[in-house]
């Protein structure tokens, strides 16, 4: 296939190299503006240099997908002050039998959370968790934080919602809810137990062993209840710190009740005011010991007992207590249950941007206050980086760039054979490490689906969904493969007393052959 006008092909691959650049390496020193005004600069340059005409470049803006994004971001907003997350973290440690069968747990609740929840949010939330279970039971760390962050990358491409890439393939490849969870499901939960086996095989002996000699564990976290973390999707993507002080929605019901309790009880006052009188202020106050006064003037008895006042507080405390105790219980099964109701009507086959959009606004709603503080934590910077990534992606398509090179490769990549499908598969894989999967997705989608379409249409799907298998696997090669790998070191680097740093070789040495295995075994079960 001949390539578009030479001015528009180096052009228009100056700015897709601009914006490669800056998606991969955000904080280059040169032009340290990070990914999502890297994305928008590769945007803009499309445009001046007329590789797109300005309708051309609002065209490229998928709004189903950001819809999507939107919606979900919303609702896990949400779950998240709910408690969601703090009772999967808890599930991590409860009633566990060893370092064995935690690797396991951690594995199967961080897979299916971010099937649901997304593998990003299930990393940002458990990885503190993880750590914390790690040093309490004088165990090294990295086998668990590589069972969080490979099962969640595995867990996610199982659902449409489980990663952004899985978002533009079920909406370009008009793949239901239900037809995605059916076609990968089995090769994710297949995929999940051997990452199990794979990590328990290759740590063995550190899940045997009480110490690491690499890490040496220098302090064991005293046992305490898990506390939800307060987090902002906005800073998935840049790593920034969570910041534990913000606003849950909820009422802080211990806080309050003790601190209303010490204040009245302080006082130590019991007042027993006769009908006769006719003012508050009338009435003194006596703060020592166990004694009547009486003012004849002003017919008012002033009672001091101690275990009374103790007695009268508690009571009107206890029953405020159990009212805003049973608002909060109903507030929370109100949002799981709008949750549950959203993803079935996914799986009934509604339309999955509306769908979210509307569970997100009935949330709103259900909330009954302002919601500007929710509103507030959406991840706008990814929203925006969509943008400008589907404009900078069409532009870079103008220059028949990728169509000259899928024209290279369709002959040696159709699905229909194995030998093609495991060459697609290599380049997949390699691509959505040089040029991250979501790019990849867009890249490659349209031409690997219009392939195996000329096969059949069972097939197109089936281009599509190993199209998501292997993308997302691909996150697993190495540390920088995907978002949610670079979360969970960074989190952990930074927990507060636990912090532990896991490595780039650590991490390859583990997720180069866990990656091929996964992934070629998944292959073989993808329907």
Known sequence: MALAATSKVVLGSVAFLIFWVLAVFPAVPFLPIGRTAGSLLGAMLMVIFKVLSPDE???????????????????????ERANMFKYLGKLLSWKS????????????????????????????????????????????????????????????SATPIGNPQNLVIAIQGKISFGKFLMGIFPAMIVGVVVNILFLIAMYWKVLCSPKDEENPISEVVV???????????????????????????????????????????SSQVHVIKDQSATSESEVQMVHSGTKEETNPSKNVAIVVDKPVV?????????????????????WKSCVYAITLVMLIAMLIGLNMAWTAI??????????????????????YSLLIFFCGMFITIEGFKKTDIP????????????????????????????????????????????????????ISKADEQ???????????????????????????????????????????WTHLKFGLPSTLIVTAIGLTLIR
């Open 97 to 156: 039998r060893g370092p064995k069968d935690l690797l396991c747990r951690i594995c199967l609740i961080s897979a299916i959370s971010s099937a649901f929840f997304t593998n990003d949010t299930s990393c940002i939330v458990l990885t503190e968790f993880v750590l914390k279970i790690a040093r309490q039971h004088d165990l090294p760390p990295y086998p668990f934080l590589l069972a969080l962050a490979s099962s969640a990358n595995i867990g996610s």
């Open 223 to 265: 046992e305490e209840e898990a506390v939800s973390h307060q987090f902002s999707p906005a800073r998935m993507s840049h790593l920034t710190p969570l910041n534990p002080q913000e606003c849950n929605g909820s009422v802080e019901l211990g806080n309050t009740v003790q601190n209303s309790s010490h204040a009245l009880v």
């Open 403 to 454: 169509s000259a090179m899928w024209d290279a490769m369709e002959p040696y990549s159709r699905i229909d054979h194995v030998s093609g499908t495991a060459i697609l598969a290599v380049v997949i894989l390699v691509l959505s490490n040089l040029a991250s999967n979501v790019p990849t997705v867009l890249l490659l989608g349209a031409r690997v689906a219009a392939s195996a379409a000329a």
């Open 358 to 379: 509307a569970a997100a606004i009935t949330l709103v709603v259900l909330d009954f206050k302002d919601a500007g503080p929710s509103l507030d934590k959406v991840s």
């Open 57 to 79: 470049a609002y065209g490229a803006i998928d709004l189903p997908i950001l819809g999507l994004l939107f919606g979900t971001m919303l609702v896990t907003i949400f779950l």
């Open 462 to 504: 089936k281009a599509w969904l190993i199209l998501a298998w292997v993308s997302t696997i691909a996150g697993n090669f190495s540390l920088l493969g995907s978002a949610a790998n670079l979360i969970v070191c960074e989190q952990a680097r930074r927990a507060p007393n636990l912090g532990y740093t896991l490595t780039f």
């Open 310 to 330: 103790a007695h009268v507080v508690q009571s009107s405390e206890g029953k405020d207590y159990m009212n805003v105790k049973w608002k909060r219980v109903l």
